[in-house]
């Protein structure tokens, strides 16, 4: 796919680079345009190095706002108010706002990063509202220190990827938990897993690749959580099955991939001493995924299973068992005793079981997410 850049007379300008870049990693081949405010802030040659296009700047005799007007996805980013505005009312005074008035009358996606003084935005509030009304897409910017500020690289190029997606899971409500819960012992103390967060994380980010409205349940987790989602933060087991419980009426899928404790215990309000042994009571907790179909028997349901140091047939014995009590659609199990797999690993080695069992070898849990999501497209 091929994404048109338009970059644009903010200081954020600088962070484009780095967009660049990254978007090519994720496969995409990338076309710049650069305003004339834009070129007093990074010089073409950046760009041109980054995304190995020459970069236009002007609009020559092969009028390039025809020639790029009908590509997968054009991106402002940044985008000053000036050029919201003129954009708002269609002026086509300028290389970069000609092509979009072009490509806006070939439906072409447009995509929007804006970056200047908070002020500024609220000032352009009402053109951005218009566009918005217009179907031009935008990724909403960090409000610190009185600025709109450049959003993260990962939000745009996540949003980039949801603009030019077949949006499969669109108008879907996705919720998933992820991470590990946490239950006190005393003030200070607890017991807990170790639990990361990666494989809820991707779950969340290709279900919003592809359309989804994404909200995630995070309990203790490892990983940098994308401002685009809907989070909603726990810690114990008793918080999670509320959140949950509360929540999975609303939604069309779950993925129940957090480790949510099996015991809990009671917490004293005061400091135990490192003098004494102490003795642990430990109750066990309620299984959350049992009462999501009870709940909403519509939903599709994915539940996650992990075992220790088990043999092949013991791993699909027990996902089996899991899917009988809980009525999930799909269950991913996984033994965390393979070297590098399972608990804080970046890669896992899993197992899918519905009527079928199909093992997948080790691999990035951002694909093992894929081939999740694949099966769940399917089902609902």
């Known amino acids: ?5 338009c970059v644009t007379g903010s200081v954020a300008a600088v962070e484009t680079v780095k967009l660049v870049r990254e978007l090519k990693r994720q496969g995409f081949r990338v076309k710049c345009f650069m305003s004339d405010g834009a070129c007093d802030i990074i010089n073409p040659y950046a760009l041109e190095f980054a995304s190995g296009e020459k970069v236009v700047t002007k609009l020559t005799g092969e009028i390039e706002h025809v020639k790029y007007a009908r590509e997968d996805l054009i991106v402002v980013a940044p985008a000053t108010a000036n050029v919201i505005s003129k954009f708002a009312y269609r002026l086509a005074d300028n290389p970069i706002n000609t092509l979009l008035v072009t490509a806006y009358g070939y439906d072409t996606p447009i995509l929007f ?3 200047m003084h908070e002020s500024m935005y609220r000032a352009v509030e009402e053109n951005v509202n218009k566009l918005k009304d217009d179907g031009i897409i935008f990724v909403e910017p960090r409000k610190e220190e009185n600025k709109a500020k450049f959003p993260s690289i990962q939000d745009i190029v996540l949003n ?19 991470g590990a819960t946490y239950e006190g012992i005393d003030p200070i103390r607890g017991i807990t897993n170790r639990s990361s967060g990666k494989m809820g994380l991707e779950l969340a980010k290709e ?5 989804a409205e994404v909200t995630l349940i995070c309990g203790r987790v490892e990983v940098e959580i994308p401002s685009l989602f809907n989070v909603i933060n726990v810690e114990s087991a008793l918080d999670m099955q509320l959140e949950v419980e509360g929540r999975v009426l609303d939604h069309d899928v779950f993925f129940s991939a957090a480790a949510v404790s099996d015991f809990t215990l009671d917490k004293v309000t005061h400091k135990v001493s490192s003098r004494n042994d102490i003795t642990l009571h430990l109750h066990p907790t309620p299984k959350i995924i049992n009462r999501v179909k009870v709940i909403n028997p519509e939903i599709f349901l ?4 992990a075992g220790y140091d088990v043999s092949h047939e013991e791993i699909i014995q027990s996902a089996k068992k899991r899917m009988q009590e809980s009525s999930a659609d799909l269950v991913v199990a996984n033994d965390v005793a393979v070297p590098g797999a ?6 896992n080695q899993v197992l899918l079981i519905d009527d079928h069992v199909r093992k997948f070898p080790l691999n990035s849990k951002a694909e093992i997410a894929r081939q999740i999501i694949d099966r769940v497209v399917k089902g609902i």
């Open 207 to 211: 279900a919003f690749r592809r359309g």
């Open 160 to 178: 980039v990827q949801r603009a030019t997606s077949k949006g499969y899971l669109k108008g879907k409500k996705v919720m998933v938990s992820s």
């Open 302 to 305: 994915v539940a996650f299973k």
């Open 342 to 347: 399972g608990f804080g690993a970046d890669d």
């Open 113 to 115: 990063v804006p970056s």
């Open 1 to 5: 796919m091929q994404i048109i850049l």
